[in-house]
């Protein structure tokens, strides 16, 4: 079975303070990938990142970075100096090597002026 | 540049009433989706179609059924409403390209209400 989970069910910050999400995932599969999305206010799902089960590079874009460790099965998001355009929800999101995505229950991150 | 479109974007049924929730992609995508998002659960695969002609349950299919008619629609129905699915659906394609699966692009969503 595949499971994700996000502990965190509502985060609040100031805003320019750093957060970081945590995304831990469960899976007996060796391929695999991991996706981080956001859904603002409006309702859309906006995608961020994907990242393969053979790719553990942190990755960096711009204020979001990504810490992918299959050591703990985890796969956080951190935004540095976060605004308040950064308010959503953010979900993490596991896709086996087939069609069946398994979504967190997402994490909902208010940044206040 | 659509990209998924949804239709309706809103909609009020009365219980045991059905309703066919459609969804139409314009990217040649192979794999279509069809997710509930209800509040603290995230999103929840119903059903998926890997490509044209095929169909295959997600995690909580019952109560719907899916057509894949093309490559390009995949539609949702509800033969008879329950309060249960009261829901935002979203709809959800993607392709597998050769770095692995692609993301998901998804419609706007369809915000369902079932009284």
């Known amino acids: 079975a595949q499971k994700v989970t996000q502990a965190q069910t509502e985060i609040s910050v100031v805003e320019k303070e750093d957060v970081t999400l945590d995304c831990v995932y469960e899976?007996?599969?060796?391929?695999?990938?991991l996706f981080w999305y956001k859904q603002p206010p409006s309702g859309e799902l906006v995608f961020l990142i994907r990242?393969?089960?053979?790719?553990?590079q942190n990755e960096i874009s711009g204020r979001y970075s990504w810490n992918f460790q299959k050591s703990t099965s985890s796969f956080n998001f951190t935004i540095t100096a976060s605004q308040v355009v950064d308010s959503a929800v953010y979900f993490c999101?596991?896709?086996?090597?087939?069609?069946?995505?398994?979504f967190g229950a997402g994490t909902r991150l208010t940044v206040k002026p | 540049n659509a990209g998924v479109t949804q239709t309706p974007k809103f909609q009020v049924l009365k219980t045991g009433q059905s309703m066919t929730l459609q969804c139409a992609q314009d990217?040649?995508?192979?794999?279509m989706y069809w997710y509930r998002q209800d509040p603290g659960m995230g999103l929840r695969l119903i059903y998926y179609?890997?490509?044209?002609?095929?169909?295959d349950k997600g995690e909580v299919p019952n109560g719907y059924n899916v057509s894949r008619l093309n490559k390009r629609e995949f539609s949702l129905r509800l033969e008879s409403a329950a309060p249960s699915q009261t829901s935002v659906y979203f709809c959800?394609?993607?392709?597998?390209?050769?770095?692995?699966?692609?993301?998901?692009?998804f419609g706007d969503g369809t915000r369902l209400s079932i009284l």
């Open positions: 959800a394609s993607s392709v597998l390209d050769a770095d692995g699966r692609e993301p998901q692009h």
């Open positions: 899976t007996r599969d060796t391929t695999y990938y």
């Open positions: 990242r393969n089960s053979f790719d553990e």
């Open positions: 999101a596991l896709n086996r090597d087939n069609n069946d995505m398994r």
């Open positions: 990217m040649n995508h192979n794999s």
């Open positions: 179609s890997a490509s044209e002609g095929t169909t």
